[in-house]
């Protein structure tokens, strides 16, 4: 009796790729040289900034400015770099720009990374996709050495650009600045960090395809979707906030962490100041995230888009879609299975911590847990107040998010034929 030798999968491969560069950050960052003060850091913790730094998250349970050395930056900043990208693509894209041709298995690996709908043009992606991060990376950086020049001077402020750069194009949302907060007047910085988000939040494909084809209508449906719900909800999200938040928060203010709220996580006010319902808001954008092929987190604009269109759909016994396209069955079933695990696991987290922390709000853990899972860091300020285990919950949560819902799933479980046709009966539902 033949058994048949069970290979990794490269959903698999790319798992283990950043499990791997986990481990290796919390190593690194343990190490004496990447501490101002050596020793001060305990396993937990820098296991928790590792995590958080790879799974480009940027909840910390330390103060990133004060308890890092220069080494220490830029071990983080290589971190977020490669948790932005993937090792696989950073590879792929060296072997591509030698002219190599990829081989087969490392476009399927490519694909899986970067969640590319199709095989097409993937090496000519790879290769776009680190001409635009270097690009984009460099452009802000050069921008913002010019910001911070006058208050740190060359040699540091030259660094500072760089960091802040690498984190904001890839939303890891960690600062060394000792928080935004002071700079909730800085119109300029700003802007600049919100022109980052909001390219890094596209998705490469779909920056790609701008480039390409310059106007709208000749834009695939999935760059067509991506730039009207992330227009919608930019502008939604400002309105919003500075209504429920007043003149606390400046209409630039309100611009700024509507859009980080779905990214980065940077944050220019405090948000365990914010209104319920502030939080609330905040926690719904987290939850959505950015777009697909993105450096973001969430769920995905277009999943949300997909479920409203298709609830929308149904009722009239109409077929789900949008600007003249008909959805497939298999991405509006792909949609709900991905929205709903999302939800059952932050519930499930929620749930956990809140045992494990009664003395913490509920309102709290559960921001906590939606940004984690969803890859923004905002925080209300109680991340270092959780205890370890809880901790532990938090970086799975930001584990799982960076590799995506379906993808976690995809780990445990393979694709097979259905052989046996089963008869099918209705049931009421509803």
């Not at 779909?206 to 067509?224: A, P, Q």
């Not at 205890?387 to 995809?410: D, H, N, P, W, Y």
């Amino acid at each position: 009796m033949t058994h048949k030798k069970r290979s990794i999968t490269p959903i698999q491969l790319i798992a283990l790729g950043f499990l791997i560069m986990m481990i290796l950050g919390t190593g690194l960052l343990l190490l004496p040289i990447s501490q101002r003060q050596p020793g001060s850091l305990s396993v937990i913790n820098a296991a928790f900034t590792a995590v958080s730094a790879v799974s480009t998250t940027g909840l910390t349970v330390v103060d990133t400015a004060s308890t890092f050395s220069t080494f220490g930056y830029v071990v983080l900043c290589i971190l977020i770099q490669i948790g932005g990208l993937g090792i696989t693509s950073i590879g792929a894209g060296l072997i591509a720009f030698t002219g190599r041709k990829l081989r087969m298995r490392d476009q399927v690996l490519i694909q899986e990374a970067l969640n590319y709908p199709t095989m097409k043009d993937v090496q000519v992606l790879i290769r776009s996709v680190l001409i635009t991060t270097i690009t984009v990376e460099s452009t802000g950086a050069f921008v913002g050495y010019f910001l911070f020049f006058q208050q740190f001077g060359a040699f540091r402020s030259l660094g500072i650009a760089i960091f802040h750069s690498v984190s904001t194009f890839n939303h890891a949302g960690f600062d060394i600045l000792g928080g935004l907060t002071s700079y909730h007047d800085h119109i300029g910085l700003q802007l600049m960090t919100t022109a980052e988000n909001i390219l890094g939040g596209f998705g490469f494909f779909v920056i790609l395809d701008i480039l390409r084809n310059k106007r709208f209508y000749k834009f695939s449906l999935h760059t067509k979707i991506v730039l009207t719900v992330s227009a919608f909800l930019d502008i939604s999200s400002t309105l919003l906030l500075k209504i429920l938040e007043g003149d606390s928060l400046s209409w630039i203010n309100a611009l700024f962490m509507g859009i980080t709220s779905r990214t980065s996580g940077l944050s220019v006010a405090s948000v365990g100041d914010f209104s319920n319902a502030s939080l609330l808001l905040i926690s719904v954008l987290m939850y959505i995230g950015a777009s697909p092929g993105s450096t973001g987190g969430g769920v995905k604009v277009t999943t949300i888009f997909v479920l409203i269109r298709t609830m929308l759909a149904f009722p009239r016994g109409e077929k789900p879609g949008a600007f003249k396209k008909r959805f497939p069955s298999g991405t509006v079933q792909q949609a709900m299975v991905i929205c709903c695990m999302a939800f059952g696991i932050i519930l499930i987290i929620v749930f956990l911590l809140c045992i494990l922390n009664p003395n913490l709000p509920f309102q709290s853990l559960l921001f906590e847990t939606v940004s984690a899972f969803s890859t923004v860091g905002l925080s209300t300020g109680i991340t270092s107040s959780i205890e370890s285990i809880g901790k532990c919950l938090l970086m799975a949560a930001m584990f799982s998010g960076r590799l995506g819902t379906m993808t976690v799933v995809s780990l445990w479980f393979r694709k097979h034929r259905q052989t046996i046709l089963t008869p099918l009966e209705n049931i009421a539902v509803g």
